[in-house]
């Protein structure tokens, strides 16, 4: 898999006769699985020909018995930033974890460091940040975990590749 895939939802276990799978969603975006939409998987392209959100089951054109289904499970589903984009609704303020990942994050004028990658604990979305070398070498931390909540966050701009941060560096220099 190259890294322009995103893991998305795995296929858990066959349930009933007709090639239902119990479905797990690795993703905030449920709604981008729809009746039609093919997705990459480490089984070859899946096109989904049944889903109920409430059950949290699935079933794939082809694979419409239990024992064609049972081939599926563990399956791991994936997609791309093009198809992600296309399939999933944003709201004001929101933004993809992909499109945050390798933004600086400034406090005023100073910058702390990049987003390394995104974490979640609990209900919390944590930005891991790599320190900024100019601040490493005053001894701080090498690595921090910044809230994604608005007491800490000011903005994001994802055109300029910039998370803008209040009172981030008290984080930082705790860490």
């Not at 049972?70 to 791991?76: I, M, R, S």
């Not at 910058?111 to 891991?128: C, F, K, N, P, W």
């Not at 070398?133 to 994604?148: D, M, R």
């Not at 007491?151 to 930082?172: C, F, G, Q, S, W």
Request: net charge negative; proline share 1%.
């Amino acid at each position: 898999m190259s890294n322009d895939n995103f893991f998305i939802a795995q296929i858990g276990r066959t349930i009933g006769l007709w090639g239902d799978l119990k479905f797990h969603l690795h993703t905030d975006f449920p709604e981008q699985f729809k009746v039609g939409q093919t997705y990459k998987s480490d089984r070859g392209e899946l096109t989904i020909s049944d889903i109920n959100h409430k059950r949290g089951t699935i079933r794939f054109r082809g694979y419409e018995s239990v024992d064609s289904a049972k081939k599926l499970t563990n399956a791991k589903l994936y997609t791309n930033e093009a198809q992600t984009k296309e399939n999933c609704e944003l709201d004001e303020g929101q933004y993809f974890w992909f499109d945050v990942i390798g933004c600086s994050v400034k406090q005023d004028d100073e910058v702390l460091g990049v987003v390394e990658d995104i974490q979640r604990m609990a209900e919390t979305d944590y930005l891991s940040v790599k320190t900024d070398t100019v601040l490493v070498e005053a001894g701080l931390s090498k690595h921090f975990l910044l809230p994604y909540i608005e007491r800490y966050i000011i903005k994001v701009d994802t055109e300029e590749k910039i998370v803008y941060t209040k009172d981030a560096k008290d984080i930082l220099e705790a860490s």
